[in-house]
């Protein structure tokens, strides 16, 4: 009986196109990430029509207190989108990785290394790379977008700042979401690299080098965003305003 439904679950899959296996892991990782993470969200309350509507509802309840009111920007808040913005640096080191692969030889070590950062100068134009897969980009980008879509989403929750400090938040802010569509545009190009199936090496390493400095330059913001509002609670400020 357990070998029948292997035997038939491997004949679906053989049938089945690299995108749609890509797409088919993708739903199963996210689901079972969100199961684990969080309780479920009530069903009425996901609009269909918005595939991050899910994700959205539960950004917009940490943002409030328990009476329904706008909460006050804290460093936890602060923390939390360094995680995010990690998440980006790291699937974007993952997609430059795939475009940079060399053929290897008996000579060569097997050892995997330089997942921790990457430089206009790991490309070489001069080099032969091993063609890019473009499940695995399709793989990638599918995490990477929910990642970057959700982070925008945070981006416009209304919560109370302190007044003294409004202004620099504003200006961080607005940079932030600058960099956040930026970030979307690029991975607009290697969606069009899957899809035409032309993903060649030197357009997904670009793409990959402009959102791996995006997110470089996303953590300096979190940081200095983060100094602002550390400074305010050490000096006390009691003046709020909603942002």
Not at 79 to 96: A, E, H
Not at 179 to 202: F, P, R, S, W
Request: negative net charge; aromatic residues 6%.
């Amino acid at each position: 009986m357990r070998y029948s439904i292997c035997k038939g679950a491997i004949q679906i899959l053989i049938k089945m196109s690299l995108k749609q296996i890509s797409a088919l892991i993708y739903v199963m990782a996210l689901t079972c990430g969100v199961a684990i993470a969080q309780p479920p969200l009530p069903i009425a309350a996901v609009d269909d029509t918005d595939k991050h509507a899910a994700f959205k509802g539960d950004l917009d309840s940490r943002a409030r207190t328990s009476d329904g009111t706008n909460d006050r920007l804290t460093l936890d808040m602060v923390r939390d989108v360094g995680v995010s913005v990690r998440q980006i640096k790291d699937l974007s080191i993952y997609i430059f990785k795939e475009a940079t692969r060399v053929p290897l030889t008996v000579q060569d070590p097997l050892e995997l290394t330089g997942f921790d950062a990457i430089s206009d100068s790991d490309f070489d134009s001069t080099k032969t790379y091993s063609p890019v897969r473009p499940g695995w980009i399709y793989f990638y980008i599918s995490t990477l977008e929910p990642s970057i879509q959700l982070l925008k989403d945070s981006e416009t929750q209304k919560v109370y700042i302190p007044a003294k400090i409004k202004d620099d938040v504003s200006t961080l802010s607005a940079r932030f979401c600058d960099m956040i569509d930026g970030a979307l545009v690029q991975i607009k190009k290697l969606h069009k690299c899957v899809d035409d199936g032309e993903c060649d090496n030197k357009t997904v390493a670009e793409c990959a080098l402009s959102i791996y400095k995006t997110s470089l330059n996303m953590e300096n913001l979190r940081k200095d965003g983060g100094a602002l509002v550390q400074e305010a609670e050490r000096k006390g400020y009691k003046d709020s305003i909603l942002f």
